[in-house]
């Protein structure tokens, strides 16, 4: 009676670690732009760049939007539920 050597079992596992290892490198591929935080144009610097040229060839304006009221409404519906308190 003859066992399987261990030869035979290295191949595969070999196939299986180089496809796991593909595998890894592409989704961090996909997934590297989620690392670093958007890079926002201020309305100025958009009126210059790609942003402000597609905006005027389409007939439109960019400018930057209004200041945030220093009291905002309530709003409307029911009111959101107490989270519990964990200590």
């Known amino acids: 009676m003859v066992t399987d050597t ?3 079992r290295t191949g595969p596992a070999l196939v299986a670690a ?3 290892l593909c595998c890894i490198g592409a989704l961090t591929m996909l997934v590297r ?3 670093h935080p958007p890079e926002i144009k ?3 610097a958009a009126r210059h ?3 402000g040229e597609v905006a005027r060839a389409a007939g439109a304006r960019v400018m930057p939007t209004d200041p945030s ?3 905002e409404p309530k709003p409307e519906g029911p ?3 107490q989270p519990a308190n964990p200590f």
């Open 6 to 8: 261990p030869h035979r």
């Open 18 to 20: 180089v496809i796991a």
């Open 33 to 35: 732009d989620r690392w």
């Open 79 to 81: 009111k959101r539920a």
């Open 42 to 44: 201020s309305a100025e």
């Open 69 to 71: 009221l220093a009291v």
């Open 49 to 51: 760049s790609t942003t």
